[in-house]
């Protein structure tokens, strides 16, 4: 298992940045895939992107493609979500995420560990 915290959560102007990040334990991190899901208010949890173990591949939802970016540390175990031009549509909790190969990156049943998520909120 895999303990996960994530940070960076705040308020923000549309249009502005934000960057998530999510603080792992455990020493098989680099064999883990991460995903971000969010879970906006009244709404089910969706997936946002998701990257490889290496960290040479990655996903995104169509909403957020070309404005949000994934990425990884395995030296430190830390998976980063940068977020720009935001939207109000993007408030959310964020949630950290892992899962394994072989699973369904974009399904949140296929997520074996889970953090406590962060606050993302997006002012018009």
């Known amino acids: 298992q895999v303990q996960l915290v994530e940070s960076g959560g705040g308020l923000v102007q549309a249009g502005g940045s934000l960057r998530l990040s999510c603080a792992a334990s455990g020493r098989t991190f680099s064999t883990y895939i991460m995903g971000w899901f969010r879970q906006g208010p009244g709404k089910e949890r969706e997936f946002v992107s998701a990257i490889m173990w290496s960290g040479g591949i990655t996903y995104y939802a169509g909403s957020v493609k070309g404005r949000f970016t994934i990425s990884r540390d395995n030296t430190k175990n830390m998976v980063y979500l940068q977020m720009n031009n935001l939207k109000p549509e993007d408030t959310a909790v964020y949630y950290c995420?892992?899962?394994?190969?072989?699973?369904?990156?974009?399904?949140?049943?296929?997520?074996?560990?889970w953090g406590q998520g962060t606050q993302v909120t997006v002012s018009s």
């Open positions: 995420a892992a899962t394994q190969v072989g699973r369904t990156i974009m399904e949140s049943r296929d997520y074996f560990s």
